[in-house]
């Protein structure tokens, strides 16, 4: 097991949405992040948190709310990343 610092990003397109960190499935309650009023043109939900990884684990975002939050998929005509995170090895 190592610890990591992961830090999602993300831009949810409704007024309300609500995501988490799932290691092998498993939502990480230390790693869901939400906002009550989005602003589709610009808002960017970032969050950070310290988990134990296991090797090999399969790290994804997902929707954990209610709402159907449609991510945008392109901007000014161009595809685009709407989720990611970043992981940084602390030991």
């Not at 929707?63 to 161009?78: E, F, I, K, P, Y």
């Amino acid at each position: 097991m190592v610890l990591y610092e992961v830090v999602p990003s993300f831009g949810p397109g409704n007024t309300a949405a609500a995501y988490a960190i799932r290691v092998n499935g498993v939502n990480q309650s230390s790693a869901t992040y939400g906002v009550i009023q989005a602003n589709s043109l610009s808002s960017t939900l970032v969050g950070t948190a310290i988990l134990t990884i296991p090797s090999g684990a399969t790290l994804t975002i997902r929707n954990v709310g209610t709402t159907n939050d449609t991510l945008n998929t392109t901007a000014d005509g161009a595809t685009i990343i709407n989720a990611s995170f970043q992981l940084t090895r602390i030991s």
